[in-house]
């Protein structure tokens, strides 16, 4: 009885609750709202009943107790048990209230919604403890498929063969005929004939004999055209000559064209390719000391090319002082700091040095420029000895 009561003096009071203040409390949000200490007098309950959020107070003690009734809670005593007359009525005081906490401002609508969610989470709640608590945990279902057997290992004379002829199986047939080329492959990769890497004059040989015009070798026909050969060319030329490291302002369009220009330039510095066998006579006359003075004058002999040979020789003798020899060939500094972020070696700088100065020259790079500046760095006696290579 005190229950309805107090719903429709709640109700009374929202009804008659002054429209100005209601569009203040809409308007702020409920931010100057002010929680009033609730008093315990009779005497003053229509006053406090004016404060939304005493009356929001009391209707929600009410839907926490509507719902501890008509819950299923383990240790409830069994006396409160509700009838059938009794549940239906809580059920439609239920929805009074939450239409009076919709009316209630500020935000009333948002309040009844969060209230009515809030309580059926507690449901839940209720409900995992009348469970006994059970872990949200779920264990894995045992595996039903069954064990397969372990694989036996083969046994190492099953792929390796037994005896001293034994065949070691690789997986196919091509595999293994490779394997057991021989018996100790490592042996076999140690040995000299693996050596395949050829020298400069045993591969370009043919292509300096083809790019003499002498030889009338039409360019289809040349070596350095083949894409094939020019790639063994170039790695060649990377291990073995310092021309390929040397770096030039001429602009090739192509890999031929680069091969051809490398070739001409191993053309002067490697030694003409040996002539065909001579007969016993003519190693008889050769081994004259006589006949074996060159017929050339010296004049002709300061104006034929710097040879490799040649640069070899001065650049072993060079040393460190191949930078006092750079500026008297007119070296600029860049070329001379590019030659030493080459190599640390001071031969190799040396042999890079001659090396970009024959570049440079072009055809003049002769042995009495050579002579020449040597002499004025003050190598008079590897200027001598230039001249008796």
Same mark, same amino acid.
């Given at each position: 009885?005190?229950l309805c ?34 008093l315990?007098?009779?005497k ?41 007359e ?19 401002p ?45 694989r ?10 037994k005896?001293?002829d ?6 196919? /047939? @091509?595999?293994?005929?490779?394997? #057991?080329? $021989? ?9 000299? %004939? &693996?050596?395949?890497m ?11 004999e ?6 009338m070798v039409? /360019? @289809?026909?040349?070596?350095?055209? #083949?894409? $094939? ?8 030329l990377? %291990? &073995? ?18 091969l051809e ?38 004049e002709e ?11 070899d ?75 008796e290579?």
């Open positions: 009885m005190k009561l107090c719903l429709k003096a709640i109700s009374w009071t929202t009804c008659r609750f002054p429209k100005k203040k209601l569009e203040e409390l809409k308007t702020t949000g409920g931010e100057n709202v002010y929680f009033a200490k609730f315990t007098s009779e003053l309950m229509d006053l406090q009943l004016s404060d939304s959020n005493f009356r929001r107070h009391i209707l929600l003690q009410y839907l926490i107790l509507f719902q501890y009734m008509k819950g299923q809670v383990k240790f409830k005593s069994s006396s409160c048990v509700l009838t059938d009794q549940s239906l009525w809580m059920e439609d005081t239920t929805k009074l209230i939450y239409q009076l906490l919709k009316e209630i500020p935000d009333g609508d948002k309040f009844a919604s969060v209230v009515e969610h809030i309580l059926n989470t507690e449901e839940n709640w209720n409900t995992w403890k009348n469970e006994g608590c059970p872990s949200f945990v779920k264990e894995r279902p045992a595996e039903t498929k069954p064990i397969r057997p372990a036996k290992r083969p046994a190492p004379e099953d792929f390796l063969g005896g001293p034994r065949k070691i199986f690789m997986g196919n /047939d @091509e595999l293994t005929r490779l394997w #057991n080329l $021989n018996l100790d492959n490592m042996e076999a990769c140690k040995s000299e %004939r &693996r050596e395949f050829p020298s400069l004059e045993e591969f370009f040989e043919d292509a300096i083809q790019a003499d015009p002498v030889n039409e /360019d @289809e026909y040349k070596a350095v055209n #083949n894409s $094939n050969y020019g790639w063994r060319a170039l790695r060649l990377a %291990r &073995r000559s310092p021309h390929f490291f040397q770096p030039t302002n001429q602009q090739f369009k192509s890999l031929p064209e680069y220009n490398m070739v001409i330039k191993l053309a002067k510095e490697l030694p003409p390719p040996s002539e065909e066998i001579k007969t016993g006579e003519e190693d008889d006359d050769n081994d004259d000391p006589l006949l074996k003075e060159s017929n050339e004058s010296p002999q300061q104006q034929k090319p710097v040879t490799g040979q040649q640069l020789a001065i650049a072993s003798k060079l040393g460190e002082e191949w930078k006092s020899l750079a500026h008297h060939l007119e070296m600029k500094e860049t070329d001379i700091h590019e030659i030493e972020s080459d190599s640390e070696d001071v031969k190799m700088r040396a042999k890079l040095l001659l090396v970009a100065w024959q570049d440079r020259e072009g055809s003049h790079a002769i042995v009495e420029n050579l002579v020449s500046a040597l002499n004025s760095a003050g190598f008079s006696d590897l200027a001598d000895s230039l001249s290579l």
